[in-house]
């Protein structure tokens, strides 16, 4: 047991310890960071802060009251009050406004406004005015019925068979699921890639045939599985602080950002498929590397097996808005699409329990499957300098 933790020790400082892990481990957060600054770059200039005019010969804005604020990270458009439309007119001109909206005296009865401009305005422009007129509309209504109406409606959808919800302002935690389904996706490839090339060295550069001599075949592949699943863990916890970081730098800024809560359920089934599955494509990535004599030659393999795995989200939109169709449940019960194929069923439906438990029960007899071969692999195949071990051998003998 000793060696076993040895091994497992040593594979995982071999990875961690490398500046190209360091880099694939902070280049994730950092494109992330540079893209969600992006959108709120853009969303930022999208924002015109140069003035917009208004004419009321309505009355309603004779005394008026301001609108709500602005929700970050768009500003504050001030609003000023034109005598004329000649004036408003001049202004436009002069570009000390971009805009400028005029009230006929029949507004109150009618609703109709009109917008005079050079460039037509962006959203903030009429979202910010339209809560000003709303804001003054209702000023002589009690203060909890105008807070009501000017937050607008929400339409809340529950699931009976559980505590489920959803509305538009949680959409993204719809998305959330799909999103951890990609952070697995590539935390997985990489240390199964880790893995099936440093058994591949190992058996081009005679390391194996020393090591071998020291502790058995069975205890080095199974440190060996274990030190590289503590590197793929290691890579999810990284990048997991760095979005509940983000998430709580957003949330103070970002009205939607509050909104975003992980569900306890959702949760426990990231663990339950993850977990062996992880185990799962390491054995296999290893039984591949003892098998082959070349690192390109599994580097091949391992592609097919990506390919395989990527299938839920090449099928993505039929999952959408089928996912509790047949193709959607075998999807989610073969334990090579099963990790993928749960999570983005997740975010769409609710996956009922024997589902679960029949996904993850099949998840873990693969695992456990999956390191037999890649045990017995190791063993036919690990003095075999420059040949290649033929899978018909692996379950012949």
């Known amino acids: 047991m000793k060696k076993f933790w040895r091994v497992a020790l040593h594979e995982y400082g071999r990875h961690v310890l490398q500046k190209r892990f360091i880099f694939a481990l902070l280049s994730v957060p950092f494109f992330l960071g540079m893209i969600i600054l992006l959108v709120v770059v853009m969303v930022y200039l999208e924002s015109d802060p140069t003035p917009v005019g208004y004419i009321d010969a309505s009355g309603l804005l ?4 301001p609108g709500p604020e602005p929700e970050e990270p768009d500003r504050p458009i001030p609003l000023l009050a034109f005598t ?3 004036e408003a007119e001049s202004a436009l001109k002069a570009k000390e406004i971009q805009a400028y909206f005029v009230l006929p005296e029949d507004y109150l009865e009618s609703g109709q406004a009109r917008l005079v401009y050079v460039k037509q305005p962006n959203d903030p422009v009429y979202d910010q005015f339209f809560g000003f007129l709303a804001a003054n509309l209702l000023r002589d209504q009690p203060t909890a019925i105008r807070e009501r109406i000017l ?24 998305l959330i699921p799909f999103m951890a389904g990609i952070v697995f996706f590539m935390a997985m490839s990489t240390t199964s890639g880790y893995l099936l090339q440093a058994v591949v060295e190992e058996k081009e550069n005679r390391t194996m045939e020393v090591v071998i001599t020291s502790v ?22 990284v990048w997991t602080l760095f979005i509940w970081l983000a998430l709580v730098v957003g949330s103070r800024y970002v009205e939607w950002v509050r909104n975003i809560h992980f569900s306890s359920e959702m949760v426990l089934l990231a663990v339950l498929v993850m977990v062996p599955a992880f185990v799962m494509v390491s054995a296999l990535m290893a039984a591949v590397g003892a098998t082959v004599t070349q690192a390109s030659e599994g580097q091949q393999v391992m592609g097919f097996f990506t390919l395989i795995m990527w299938t839920p989200y090449m099928l993505m939109i039929t999952l959408m808005e089928h996912p509790n169709s047949p193709l ?12 993928l194929a749960m999570l983005m069923r997740a975010g769409f439906t609710v996956i009922p329990t024997w589902q679960v438990i029949t996904s993850v029960s099949l998840l873990v007899l693969a695992a456990g499957g999956s390191l037999w071969v890649a045990g017995r692999a190791f063993r036919l195949g690990m003095l075999r300098y420059g040949q290649r071990l033929r899978w ?4 012949s003998r």
């Open 216 to 237: 058995s075949p069975g205890q080095f592949m199974a440190g060996k599985v274990v030190g590289d699943i503590a590197v793929g863990l290691t890579q999810l916890v």
């Open 84 to 86: 004329s439309e000649t």
């Open 328 to 339: 959607s449940i075998g999807l989610s019960l073969f334990p090579i699409t099963a990790p």
């Open 151 to 174: 937050g607008g409606n929400e339409i809340i959808v529950r699931a009976p068979e559980t505590n489920r919800q959803s509305s538009e302002k949680d959409w993204f935690n719809v």
């Open 62 to 65: 004779a005394s008026p009251v």
């Open 392 to 395: 018909k051998e692996v379950f």
